[in-house]
């Protein structure tokens, strides 16, 4: 999974949490289904977006299938992009 352009600020928890820089992002390590509640729910609690997609299995469409089943809570924010240059953030 990957968080796109991070502020300064988060670097070192995106470190903590595993990551490695890579390009203009950073890349977070694969983990099993609880880690990835964490996971998912630290960046949700950061107020980062979850990307959104038209189609496969976006960030967002794992914390709603998490939220499911029990394994995190609450609402976030969902990130969709109309064109390169465009996007739209829903509450979900």
Known sequence: MGVDA?????????????????GDGWTL????????????STLRNL????AGAPHGWPPAEIFADLRERGLV?????EITWTSPDQHQTVER
């Open 6 to 22: 991070p502020s300064e600020s988060l670097v070192p928890l995106l470190a903590e949490l595993g990551g490695h820089a890579r």
């Open 29 to 40: 390590p694969d983990a099993d289904e609880l880690q990835l509640a964490r996971l998912l």
């Open 47 to 50: 107020g980062l977006p979850l």
């Open 73 to 77: 809570a609450g609402t976030f924010l």
